[in-house]
Nanobody
Framework: QVQLVESGGGLVQAGGSLRLSCAAS????????MGWFRQAPGKSRELVAN???????NYADSVKGRFTISRDNAKNMVYLQMDSLKPEDTAVYYC???????????WGQGTQVTVSS
């Protein structure tokens, strides 16, 4: 089992920045992918960015050049630095841990990010 706890959400004006953090605890086996997803009201949950245990990253086109994902494997932490925020970035952001070995996903409880225009 893996437990995930997000922090760092809040209200920010357009053009501002926020940094989300996700603390992971539990049992980790083999290669895993840590990521951030988001879900806006009335929309499906979508991938924002992910990073595999070796460090390769992947971003949604809508956030490329503005968001940066990173991880600290020693601390079992993953971060999402969000710059140049736009009102359309408003959503609940969820931390995700995907175990490649067990093909299983774990989710955090979510943190609200609101960007005002």
């Amino acid at each position: 089992q893996v437990q995930l706890v997000e922090s760092g959400g809040g209200l920010v004006q357009a053009g501002g920045s926020l940094r989300l953090s996700c603390a992971a605890s539990g049992s980790f086996f083999g290669i895993n992918v840590m990521g951030w997803f988001r879900q806006a009201p009335g929309k499906s949950r979508e991938l924002v960015a992910n990073i595999i245990s070796g460090g390769d990253t992947n971003y949604a086109d809508s956030v490329k050049g503005r968001f940066t994902i990173s991880r600290d494997n020693a601390k079992n932490m993953v971060y999402l630095q969000m710059d140049s925020l736009k009102p359309e970035d408003t959503a609940v952001y969820y931390c995700n841990h995907h175990s490649v070995l067990y093909n299983k996903d774990f989710w955090g409880q979510g943190t609200q990010v609101t960007v005002s225009s």
